[in-house]
């Protein structure tokens, strides 16, 4: 799975992109745990950061492959 | 409904729409960077695009609000990376029959634009 | 708030306005000559205006706006006497902190000068 | 008296300005009567044409002068 991390979540993550490998579907919950494992100071992003996957917002009860690419998505300020 | 849409690092130059013979009304709207961001005076904002997805989705949102709000065309550029005060952002120009719906789907676009897509002022530049 | 208005019998140039360091927002109406008449093509359309009374019109409807709206500019030109299909007949500029006043100053504006505001369509030009 | 004709009011009065003398004020109906009698193609118009005195559409009951200057405006549609 590619991860892509945007403003903040780039800044808490450190990392504007990575790589993981994700053997079976995840849940947004599941994902959420794997990714602020990773970088801890992601977890207060959590709230009010959406996940996009495959460059769509993601509904309730979307699962995530090992071949998507999932970005992180603060709230936006565009324009 | 055309609907062209950028990203661009670059100047975005002033109204360059030439209107077909049916359209009678041209409405822009134009997002300037401000000397000021919360208070303190700034000489640029950064912006961060997460491209594909900020125009898919900008894309999207044009073709659900032409339903609502028929118009001939809808011409989107939107500035990433350093964009220093007084220049352009975003500018927006939207040509159709009549104004009504011209500024029907520009200020609705803007709110939803605001609110969902994936574009951000990362920085602000002393 | 700046008001700048012209009756002009030349083209309207686009978008000439260079926004202060206040402004975040500039929204503009054009009212483009449609090549076409309550059905009928045309060439052009001849404009007619009562100047000194158009002038103050206009200028009393933005001063008055301008308290419910309050922008930093408004520059208005309209043309008068013949204005060829796809020229510009009326250009209004709106420049202000944030595009909601913009907005609704504008296309109040348009609204209001559109019952009030001593200028007619006389003559389609076939 | 100062009379400006535009659009429909000055194709029906075939000028468009002239100059009326009034010895004393009239009121709305007083001056429409003068106008009509002078010119009348006007009186189909007078339904839907408001006057203006010296630059200002009139309000009920306004008189109008011999100094003033008055203008016959049909339904706008500038824009």
């Given amino acids: 799975m590619r ?3 945007f403003a903040q979540a ?29 970088h801890p100071a992601l977890a207060p992003l959590r709230a009010n950061t959406r996940l ?28 | 409904m055309l609907i062209s849409i950028e990203l661009t690092e670059s100047v975005i130059p002033a109204g360059t729409v030439v209107p077909p013979p ?22 640029a904002l950064r912006y961060e695009a997460y491209a594909p997805m900020a125009v898919s989705s900008m894309r999207r949102i044009l073709e659900t609000l032409a339903a ?15 964009v220093p005060v007084g220049e352009t952002a975003i500018a927006v120009t ?17 709110d939803r634009l605001k609110q969902d897509v994936p574009i951000w002022k990362v920085e602000a530049l002393a």
Avoid: K, Q
């Fill in chain 2, 94 to 110: 939207v040509c159709s029959a009549h104004r009504g719906e011209g500024f029907a789907l520009l200020s609705t676009f803007m």
């Fill in chain 1, 10 to 38: 780039r800044t808490a993550a450190g990392v504007a992109e990575e790589s993981l490998l994700i053997p079976s579907a995840l849940g947004e919950a599941a994902l959420w745990e794997r990714l602020t494992g990773l």
């Fill in chain 2, 22 to 43: 049916e359209v009678g009304s041209v409405v822009e709207f134009r997002g300037v960077v401000r000397a000021s961001e919360n208070g303190s005076p700034i000489s």
């Fill in chain 2, 68 to 82: 609502e709000h028929p118009c001939h065309s809808v011409h989107v550029v939107h500035r990433h990376g350093v």
């Fill in chain 1, 52 to 79: 996009a996957r495959n460059g769509e917002f993601t509904t309730l009860g979307e699962l995530f492959h090992d071949a998507d690419e999932v970005a992180l998505i603060p709230p936006v300020s565009g324009g």
């Fill in chain 1, 3 to 5: 991860v892509l991390y």
